[in-house]
């Protein structure tokens, strides 16, 4: 288990997806990457989220395509 957290680089918080490591982990972080490191927006693949408060609040989603809508919301 892992979590795959985005966080605009300026701002306060992050989202979190509850994932598993592997071959679709990395498509979806590799799809995503594309539209979210133009914007500023950083995609990280943590361990626990209590090891990382630098992403402190974290704000849990529920599945891929809220996390996607997420991340697209902050790359507005």
Do not use: W
């Not at 979590?3 to 605009?8: E, G, P, Q, T, V």
């Not at 997806?17 to 927006?41: M, S």
């Not at 974290?58 to 902050?74: G, M």
């Amino acid at each position: 288990m892992c979590y795959l957290i985005a966080k605009n680089k300026n701002g306060h918080g992050c989202y979190a997806l509850k994932t598993a490591h592997g071959k679709a982990l990395v498509e979806l972080k590799r799809g995503l990457n594309k539209e979210a490191v133009p914007k500023g927006v950083q995609l990280v693949t943590i361990s626990r989220p209590n090891a990382y408060g630098e992403y402190a609040p974290y704000h849990f989603v529920k599945d891929e395509a809220e996390f996607a809508h997420a991340v697209r919301a902050l790359c507005k």
